[in-house]
Nanobody, 124 residues
């Protein structure tokens, strides 16, 4: 089965940095867009950053200039470098991907595959 596994969350002081990684595993044929979402307590899940297979990116306004999304296509991995972190960046960060995978002799697509989430806490 295909799955996404995140790593790299933790506790950091305001102004600090963290790097999140997400690796897709399984019988993957191709991955279109990959992205990071976050959900703060009591709030809806929101898009933080997204990157297409060709490398085009888009960011939520509050993280522009501070966060950088990148991917390693050969490793089916997407990373999120987070700098100058603020308390309002606190939340559970989820990896998301649009994945096509082999299923027997067929191919199936999971346009909305999610990881289990990793906690990011920005606090002094």
């Amino acid at each position: 089965q295909v799955q996404l596994v995140e790593s790299g969350g933790g506790l950091v002081q305001p102004g600090g940095s963290l790097r999140l990684s997400c690796a897709a595993s399984g019988p993957i044929s191709s991955i279109n867009a990959m992205g990071w979402y976050r959900q703060a307590p009591g709030k809806q899940r929101e898009l933080v950053a997204k990157i297409t297979s060709s490398g085009s990116t888009n960011y939520e306004d509050s993280v522009k200039g501070r966060f950088t999304i990148s991917r390693e296509n050969g490793k089916n991995t997407v990373n999120l470098q987070m700098n100058t972190l603020k308390p309002e960046d606190t939340g559970v960060y989820y990896c998301n991907a649009d994945v096509t995978y082999r299923f027997g002799v067929w191919y199936r697509r999971r346009p909305d595959l999610w990881g289990q989430g990793t906690q990011v806490t920005v606090s002094s």
